[in-house]
C-alpha cells in the first residue's frame, strides 16, 4: 500500500507548482523505498529505463528545421492565410482558424500559430472586427467573449490536432510507457487514433460557434450563455 | 541495418551543436548550465548504452541538478520581424512545402523501410523515417532559401532554449513509469479499483478511466503527468490485461480525455491563464469558461470511442 506514496507526491508536487523535474525524480524515489528498494538500485532502475526511452525526446530533432522556416517568415504566411479569411462571420471565420490550426499541428507544425503567435496580433482582431459587424455595437461583456473564444478555440485546434503528427511529445510518451510494461507499439499505430477525436472536437466545437453567430444576430441582449 | 541508433546518432550531434553554439551566445546569462545540459543530453544520446544503469541515472541526476536549481536560460531573439516579413514575401509559399517534407517522409518511409528489412530496422521504421525527413528537408531548407548551412542549428538553438528542461519532461515520465511497475503500483492500484468498479463492468472500467484522466490532468495541470498514473492504475491492469483492450487505442484516446481535463483547469497557466492576460481579459478564467462547452462534451465522446472501438 506504501507504493502508493509516489502517486501522492507525484500528484502533490504537480498541485503545488514545485520543479517538475524534481518532483517526478522525487516520486521516483519515494516509490522505490517504499517498496523496499535501496537508493541505488532506484537509481540504476530509472537511469536504465531513461536510457531505454530516449527516444521520446527524439522529438527535438525537427526544431532545425522549424528554427530556420520561422526565420524565413513562416509565421508571417501563416498570418496571411489567417487574414485572407477576413469577411467571413465570427462562427466561421474562428471555425476555419480552428481548421487551420488542427491542420498545421497535424503536420508537426504545433509552433507556428499560437497565443502570441496569431491569436493575439491577428484571430482576436478579426474576429472581433467581425463580431463588430454583426451585432453593431459591441459592448465591454461581449468584446470579452469573442476574445475568450479566439483564444479557446486555438487551444481546442492545437489539442486535438497535434497527436496526429506521430512524433510529439505525447504519442512518443505513450509509446515509451507501454515498452517499460512490455508493450511494443508504432508511433504511427498510436496517432491515427487521434483522429476520431479531432473529427469530433471539430464538430462540437463548430456546432458552438454556430450558436455564437446566431446569438450574435439576435442583438446585445442575447449573449449570455451557460458555459 | 539503420537502427534506431543511428537516429540517436543524429540527436546527439544536434544536442551537442546546441550546446556548442549555445556557448558562444553571451546573450544568455545562464550560458554555461544551459549548455551543459544540453551537451548532458547528447552524451546520453550518443553514450547511454555505455554508461550503464546506474551512469544514466547519475547523468539523469545532473540533468534535474541543472534545471531545477535554474540553470536553464535563453540567449539571443529571433530574427526581426521586418526582415522576416521581407524574406516572407519572397519565399512565398515554399515554406510550407519544405515544412510537409517530414510528414510526407515520415509516412512515406514507415510502410516503404519495412519493405527492406536488411536495411531498416522495421520496428523503428518511423522514428528512422522522421530523422531522415528532418535531414532532407534541412537540406533543402538550405539550398532552396538560400540559408547558411549553420542556421538551422542556430535557430533550432533558439527554440530549444525557448523550451528549455520541459524538454525531457515526456521522457522522465515514461522512466518514472518503469519505477512504477517495478515496485508493483500498478497492482495495488488496480485491487483497489476493482473494488470501486463493479464487478465485471467494462463501461465503469472505461469510465473510470477516461475521467480519471481529465480529473487528474486538472488536478496537476498536465496530461502527461497524469496519463502514468492513469495508465499504472487503470488502464494496464483493467482495460488491457483484464479485458483485452487494444493499448494503442485505451491510450491514445486516453491521452486525449486528458486533453480535455487541461481545457477546463486554470493549472495549465500557459493554455488558459497566459492568453487571457495577453488579451487583456478583466475576467482570467475567460478563456477556460469558453473552453468547458467544448470540452465536457467531448470527454463523453472520448469514453464512448474507447469504449466502442478498443474493445471488438
Known amino acids: 500500500m506504501w507504493v502508493l506514496l509516489g502517486i501522492v507526491v507525484i500528484v502533490a508536487g504537480f498541485l503545488l507548482r514545485f520543479h517538475p523535474l524534481l518532483v517526478i525524480l522525487a516520486s521516483a524515489i519515494v516509490t522505490g523505498i517504499a517498496a523496499g528498494l535501496d537508493p541505488l538500485t532506484i537509481l540504476a532502475a530509472f537511469g536504465k529505463a531513461f536510457n531505454e526511452a530516449r527516444y521520446v525526446s527524439i522529438i527535438w530533432i525537427v526544431l532545425p528545421v522549424v528554427g530556420l522556416l520561422e526565420a524565413y517568415g513562416l509565421q508571417e504566411r501563416a498570418r496571411g492565410l489567417i487574414a485572407r479569411m477576413r469577411g467571413a462571420t465570427v462562427g466561421q471565420f474562428l471555425a476555419g482558424y480552428m481548421l487551420l490550426r488542427q491542420g498545421l499541428a497535424a503536420v508537426g507544425l504545433t509552433s507556428v500559430a499560437g497565443h502570441a503567435q496569431t491569436v493575439r496580433p491577428l484571430v482576436a482582431p478579426i474576429a472581433e472586427a467581425a463580431a463588430e459587424a454583426q451585432a453593431g455595437d459591441l459592448d465591454d461583456d461581449r468584446r470579452e467573449e469573442v476574445k475568450a473564444w479566439a483564444a479557446a478555440t486555438d487551444n481546442i485546434g492545437l489539442f486535438f490536432g497535434e497527436d496526429i503528427f506521430l512524433a510529439i511529445g505525447s504519442i512518443l510518451l505513450i509509446k515509451g510507457l507501454l515498452e517499460q510494461y512490455g508493450i511494443s507499439l508504432e508511433p504511427l499505430h498510436l496517432s491515427v487514433w487521434a483522429i476520431p477525436t479531432a473529427i469530433a472536437a471539430f464538430l462540437i466545437h463548430g456546432f458552438r460557434l454556430w450558436r455564437l453567430d446566431r446569438r450574435l444576430k439576435r442583438g446585445p441582449a442575447a449573449t449570455e450563455e451557460a458555459a | ?312
Open chain 2, 1 to 312: 541495418m539503420i537502427t534506431l541508433h543511428w537516429v540517436y546518432a543524429v540527436a546527439g550531434a544536434m544536442f551537442a551543436a546546441f550546446a556548442l553554439l549555445g556557448l558562444a551566445d553571451r546573450a544568455n546569462p545562464r550560458r554555461w548550465t544551459t549548455a551543459a545540459f544540453w551537451a548532458l543530453l547528447a552524451l546520453s544520446m550518443w553514450g547511454g548504452d555505455w554508461l550503464g544503469d546506474l551512469g544514466n541515472g547519475v547523468l539523469l541526476l545532473g540533468l534535474v541538478a541543472l534545471a531545477g536549481l535554474g540553470g536553464m536560460g535563453r540567449g539571443q531573439g529571433p530574427v526581426p520581424d521586418a526582415v522576416r516579413r521581407d524574406r516572407s514575401a519572397r519565399m512565398g509559399n515554399r515554406l510550407f512545402v519544405i515544412a510537409l517534407i517530414i510528414p510526407a517522409t515520415a509516412l512515406v518511409g514507415t510502410f516503404a523501410f519495412k519493405q527492406a528489412p536488411a536495411w531498416f530496422d522495421g520496428k523503428q521504421a518511423t522514428l528512422i523515417a522522421l530523422a531522415l525527413g528532418v535531414l532532407i528537408a534541412s537540406l533543402v531548407g538550405c539550398l532552396w532559401l538560400r540559408a547558411g548551412p549553420t542556421e538551422p542549428l542556430q535557430q533550432g538553438r533558439r527554440l530549444m532554449d525557448s523550451v528549455g528542461w520541459a524538454a525531457i519532461l515526456p521522457q522522465m515520465l515514461a522512466s518514472l513509469g518503469a519505477v512504477f511497475a517495478l515496485a508493483g503500483v500498478g497492482d495495488v492500484v488496480g485491487q483497489i479499483v476493482s473494488m470501486a468498479i463493479p464487478q465485471g463492468s467494462l463501461l465503469g472500467a472505461v469510465i473510470a478511466y477516461g475521467l480519471g484522466m481529465a480529473l487528474f490532468t486538472m488536478v496537476m495541470g498536465n496530461a502527461f503527468a497524469a496519463f502514468p498514473v492513469m495508465t499504472a492504475a487503470i488502464g494496464l491492469p483493467l482495460l488491457i490485461r483484464t479485458y483485452g483492450g487494444d493499448p494503442a487505442i485505451v491510450c491514445a484516446i486516453g491521452m486525449l480525455a486528458g486533453f480535455c481535463g487541461t481545457l477546463m483547469t486554470p493549472m495549465a497557466a500557459n493554455f488558459n491563464l497566459v492568453p487571457a492576460a495577453l488579451l487583456d481579459l478583466k475576467d482570467k478564467h475567460g478563456v477556460i469558461k469558453r473552453q468547458v462547452g467544448t470540452a465536457v462534451p467531448l470527454l463523453i465522446v472520448n469514453i464512448f470511442l474507447i469504449y466502442w472501438l478498443a474493445f471488438p
